[in-house]
């Protein structure tokens, strides 16, 4: 797929997240990447992974690196291979409800870390909002944004986390740029654990809805400023809802 003006856009089943893998511990990564693209809900309970030639082939993996990943995976219970002609991988793993005991574990995992993850996250997802409002859109990748924010104000409490990160996600890929994407993607999944843990509320999820909202008509309208400040804006509540529940 290309963006108007002839630069690739990140294809939008996890691109942002099956880059080339570049570091020496190619299995780790391997498995890495997969985890993060089941946890942040670009793939959800049931649907089926890129086939294993086009994931190596993706990542820069060999075939059997990448099926030893899966092996990994599938001992842990998030993924599943299945045989026959409508056979593939499968995402097993289901997004766990909310725990106070999972959000202090989470919280205790990231120690002194929390602001700086939080500050990250403002400044790369703004950056990033910013950067989808001045490119021109193909209507198909504005169709996308648009598909991608009726999903979200659609979900319920239980799909709400993963579609909100598939939302994040799909306007960090409307960049065009990989490096931005694939930041935004290891940001989320720094904040994931933490996210999870705390309960989503209705008057939450209204709020919320109104800032995506914000966004989306922003980023397609072209207006940079206001993408800018709906992003600001959405990001500050979430993190002030973070350290209330934290308080």
């Not at 092996?71 to 599943?80: D, K, N, P």
């Not at 202090?104 to 990231?110: G, N």
């Not at 979900?155 to 994040?168: I, K």
């Amino acid at each position: 797929m290309d963006i108007a003006g002839g630069d690739p856009l990140i294809d939008w089943a996890g691109g942002a997240i099956f880059r080339p893998v570049r570091t020496g511990n190619t299995f780790e990564e391997t498995v890495e990447r997969i985890l993060a693209a089941v946890k942040l809900g670009v793939f959800g309970y049931g649907d089926r992974l890129p086939a294993e030639r086009e994931l190596a082939v993706r990542m820069g993996v060999s075939r059997e690196t990448l099926r030893e990943a899966l092996r990994s995976l599938q001992a842990a219970g998030c993924v599943e291979s299945r045989r026959g002609r409508y056979g593939g991988t499968f995402v097993t793993y289901r997004l766990p409800p909310p725990d106070p005991a999972d959000l202090r574990r989470a919280v205790e995992d990231l120690g002194a870390g929390l602001e700086d993850a939080l500050t990250y996250r403002l400044v790369l997802e703004t950056g990033a909002a910013e950067q989808a409002a001045r490119r021109p859109l193909a209507e198909e990748h504005r169709a996308h944004l648009r598909d991608r924010l009726a999903a979200l104000e659609a979900a319920g409490p239980e799909d709400y986390r993963r579609l909100d990160s598939r939302f994040h996600l799909a306007i960090a890929e409307l960049t065009g740029s990989p490096s931005l994407a694939a930041g935004v993607a290891q940001s989320r999944m720094r904040l994931n654990d933490l996210l999870n843990a705390i309960p989503v509320l209705d008057r939450n999820i209204e709020h919320a809805a109104l800032q995506h909202r914000a966004m989306a008509d922003a980023i397609l309208a072209g207006d940079v400023a206001a993408a800018r400040r709906a992003t600001e804006e959405h990001l500050e509540g979430t993190a002030a809802l973070l350290r209330g529940f934290l308080g």
